[in-house]
């Protein structure tokens, strides 16, 4: 079987960001097999990211934030 290459790793983990940045703004919610699925392979590949401004990871984590603070608001 052959391995990915960089290339191809680095566009997945984009398209994944980006996919989790719309379901963070959507309101469909993402199954736990689905997160559990994603978040092997990530961890499986040893993939890992520098934040930096205007990216999807970076839109993501400040997505996430608001999420968090409006869930703590309400109770």
């Known amino acids: ?7 191809s790793l680095h566009d997945l983990h984009g398209a ?6 719309e379901a963070a ?5 993402l ?3 689905t997160l559990a ?3 092997a392979f990530l961890k499986n ?3 890992t990211v520098d934040i930096v401004s205007d990216s999807p990871e970076q839109n993501l984590t400040n997505q996430l ?3 968090i603070m409006d ?5």
């Open 65 to 67: 934030k608001l999420l």
């Open 45 to 47: 590949n040893d993939i």
């Open 16 to 21: 994944i960001a980006r996919y989790y940045l």
């Open 71 to 75: 869930k703590e608001e309400v109770g």
């Open 25 to 29: 703004n959507g309101d469909e919610e």
């Open 37 to 39: 699925a994603i978040n």
């Open 1 to 7: 079987m052959a391995k990915a290459n960089m290339k």
């Open 31 to 33: 199954s736990s097999g």
